[in-house]
C-alpha cells in the first residue's frame, strides 16, 4: 500500500550557467553543469519517485540527449509523477536536503516548496525542504558543487 523511495544527484559548478534549485533560479555567480537545467534538488526527487516504485534511474528514461538538452527539470519530474499516477500511486509527502557551501536558499525555500508541490500536486506543506552546508570539508565543503537528497512516501490510490 506504501513505497519509499530515496534519491540522490551532485553536479559541480560551472561559470555562464543559470543557477536552478527545486526550480527556482537563484541569484549566484555560478550555476551547475549538466545536460538539462540541472536542478539537482528535482533530479534527486525524480531519482527518488522512480526508485520508490522500482523503475529504474533518472538517465533510463532522460537520456543526456537532444532532447533534453537544457531541459527545464520541472517538466521532468511532472513526467515522473505522471509515470507514479499511471502505476497506480500518488505522492503522500517529500523531504529534501540541500548540501551547499553557498548560495544560501533560505529565502528561496517557500517558493521551492511551491513549485515542487505544483508538480507533484500535493499540499504545499507535504514538501519538506532543509539545507545545511558541509562545514568546509570535502568537494561540496570546497564550493565545487552542489549535492540533494530526497525522500518520498507513495501511497497506492486505490486505498484512499
Not at 37 to 65: E, Q, R, T
Not at 104 to 114: D, N, P, Q, S, V
Given at each position: 500500500?506504501?513505497r519509499?523511495?530515496?534519491?540522490?544527484?551532485i553536479h559541480k559548478?560551472e561559470?555562464?550557467r543559470k543557477l536552478?534549485?527545486?526550480?527556482v533560479?537563484?541569484?549566484?555567480?555560478h550555476g551547475?553543469m549538466g545536460?538539462?537545467?540541472a536542478?539537482?534538488?528535482?533530479?534527486?526527487l525524480?531519482?527518488a519517485?522512480l526508485?520508490?516504485?522500482a523503475l529504474?534511474?533518472?538517465g533510463?528514461?532522460?537520456?543526456?540527449?537532444?532532447k533534453n538538452k537544457?531541459?527545464n527539470?520541472?517538466e521532468?519530474l511532472?513526467e515522473v509523477?505522471?509515470m507514479?499516477?499511471e502505476?497506480?500511486?500518488?505522492?503522500v509527502?517529500?523531504d529534501?536536503?540541500?548540501?551547499?557551501?553557498a548560495p544560501k536558499?533560505?529565502g528561496?525555500?517557500?517558493?521551492m516548496?511551491?513549485?515542487i508541490?505544483?508538480?507533484?500536486?500535493?499540499?504545499r506543506h507535504?514538501?519538506?525542504i532543509?539545507a545545511?552546508?558541509?562545514?568546509?570539508?570535502?568537494?561540496?565543503?570546497?564550493?565545487?558543487?552542489i549535492?540533494?537528497?530526497?525522500?518520498?512516501?507513495?501511497?497506492?490510490?486505490k486505498y484512499d
Amino acid at each position: 500500500m506504501f513505497r519509499i523511495g530515496l534519491g540522490s544527484d551532485i553536479h559541480k559548478f560551472e561559470k555562464g550557467r543559470k543557477l536552478v534549485l527545486g526550480g527556482v533560479e537563484i541569484p549566484h555567480t555560478h550555476g551547475l553543469m549538466g545536460h538539462s537545467d540541472a536542478d539537482v534538488v528535482l533530479h534527486a526527487l525524480a531519482d527518488a519517485l522512480l526508485g520508490a516504485l522500482a523503475l529504474g534511474d533518472l538517465g533510463k528514461y532522460f537520456p543526456g540527449d537532444e532532447k533534453n538538452k537544457n531541459r527545464n527539470s520541472l517538466e521532468i519530474l511532472k513526467e515522473v509523477c505522471t509515470m507514479v499516477w499511471e502505476k497506480g500511486y500518488k505522492v503522500v509527502n517529500t523531504d529534501i536536503v540541500i548540501m551547499a557551501e553557498a548560495p544560501k536558499i533560505a529565502g528561496y525555500r517557500a517558493m521551492m516548496c511551491e513549485k515542487i508541490s505544483e508538480a507533484l500536486n500535493i499540499n504545499r506543506h507535504c514538501v519538506g525542504i532543509k539545507a545545511t552546508t558541509c562545514e568546509g570539508l570535502g568537494a561540496i565543503g570546497r564550493s565545487e558543487g552542489i549535492y540533494a537528497q530526497a525522500i518520498v512516501l507513495l501511497k497506492e490510490k486505490k486505498y484512499d
